[in-house]
């Protein structure tokens, strides 16, 4: 066999589909990522905060994709928390670039968006583990918190 011969068949396997079972849970839990990481970041698109829709969400398939990889490549389900233990330090420090301290009235700015950035990621490793459930729940809560929440600290400071 030549050298040609070796590299095409080596490519060929290289670029091979996954069957379609393989391939309707990837797009799914991908899918799923985007949608609900779309959500969180919706909203906080419409507040009008730096961390919107398109980080929230390429933060949420980035953290699915993650998880994900590794486990429909035959790791271990536990072996991949040394990639989750990764991935939360390193949401970690995107978060931290979000904070801000205002030093002419001693406040801090940014620790919401932190935080969502920090919950969005944990959504898309939900997702890309095939939790969806877990992860919609999550999303819903997150929703229920960041809008309800202020409402009704301003209804107790009337």
């Known amino acids: 066999m030549g050298v040609t011969a070796e590299i095409g068949e080596a490519l060929a396997s290289e670029f091979t589909l996954p069957d379609a ?3 309707t849970v990837m797009v799914v839990r991908l899918l799923t990522a985007a949608l609900l990481g779309g959500m969180l970041g919706m909203e ?11 980080t ?12 994900m990889a590794p486990l429909l490549s035959g790791i271990a389900p536990a072996d991949v ?4 233990q990764g991935i939360v330090s390193g949401i970690g420090f995107l978060g931290a ?11 801090i700015e940014g620790l919401t968006t932190a935080a969502g950035i920090w919950m969005v990621s944990a959504v898309g490793m939900a997702a890309g583990m095939g939790m969806e459930i877990m992860a ?3 999303t819903l809560i997150a ?4 809008n309800a929440l202020p ?3 301003r209804n107790d400071q009337r």
């Open 21 to 23: 079972g393989e391939i």
């Open 44 to 54: 906080r698109e419409r507040k009008g905060r730096s961390a919107g829709l398109k």
């Open 56 to 67: 929230h969400i390429l933060v949420s398939i980035g953290s699915a994709l993650f998880v």
């Open 81 to 84: 928390t040394r990639v989750m």
């Open 97 to 107: 670039g979000a904070i801000i301290k205002l030093e002419r009235d001693e406040r």
């Open 136 to 138: 919609l729940a999550t």
């Open 143 to 146: 929703l229920a918190v960041v």
């Open 151 to 153: 409402r009704i600290m």
